[in-house]
């Protein structure tokens, strides 16, 4: 029996050369509020992506003046806000994101879904899993049609969100 990785090798990162697309992005149906025990996640579509930015989330401190102390305010945590995150030139085999796009657009405001967004090796290895938390698309941008152009499906896909969870590499 192997013995068990420690934390140091569980968290270690793989920094073997990444190469275009290899950020896999997954979604999944996600409701408003709390979900009942036993209720799963629908999985929705998956696809790749060559750029992802706005994986960033900003705690604003609340600063308290304290009468008398004439050295320094208390520092404080305050609100964490999270950044738009951007995927680029994408590729999926379905119309679903364009869809949930549409439905959101339309008024279906509480259709939000559970993105993870896996970045992978050379070996085709996870190496770092991010989750956005009721993310929901805020703008949809198609790669430009051009007969002699090599664009992908999908130009930008923004999604804001509300929650940035790093998630344990399944597989050690």
């Given amino acids: 029996m192997a013995d068990p990785l420690s934390r140091e090798q569980q968290e270690r990162l ?4 990444l190469h275009v697309f290899r950020f ?15 209720d799963t996640e629908v999985p929705i579509c998956q696809g790749a992506f060559s750029e992802c930015t706005g994986l960033e989330a900003t705690m604003e401190p609340k600063v308290i003046k ?8 208390a520092q404080r945590a305050g609100p964490v806000t ?14 679903d994101l364009w869809n949930w796009f549409g439905m959101v657009g339309g008024g279906a ?12 090796n050379a ?15 805020v ?6 049609l051009n007969a002699k152009g090599s664009e992908v499906g999908i130009e930008e896909l923004h999604l ?7 998630l344990p590499v399944s597989g050690g």
């Fill in 14 to 17: 793989d920094f073997a050369p």
């Fill in 24 to 38: 896999h992005v997954s979604f999944r149906k996600q409701a408003l509020g709390h979900r009942p025990a036993g």
């Fill in 66 to 73: 304290a009468g008398g102390s004439n050295y320094g305010a």
């Fill in 82 to 95: 999270f950044a738009t995150v951007v995927l680029k030139r994408g590729m999926t085999k379905t119309r």
């Fill in 109 to 120: 405001y509480a259709y939000r879904l559970m993105v993870e967004i896996e970045m992978r």
């Fill in 123 to 137: 070996r085709d290895e996870a190496v770092v899993r991010w989750a956005l938390r009721r993310a929901m698309p």
């Fill in 139 to 144: 703008k949809f941008k198609a790669a430009d």
């Fill in 160 to 166: 804001a969100h509300e929650g940035l969870v790093l």
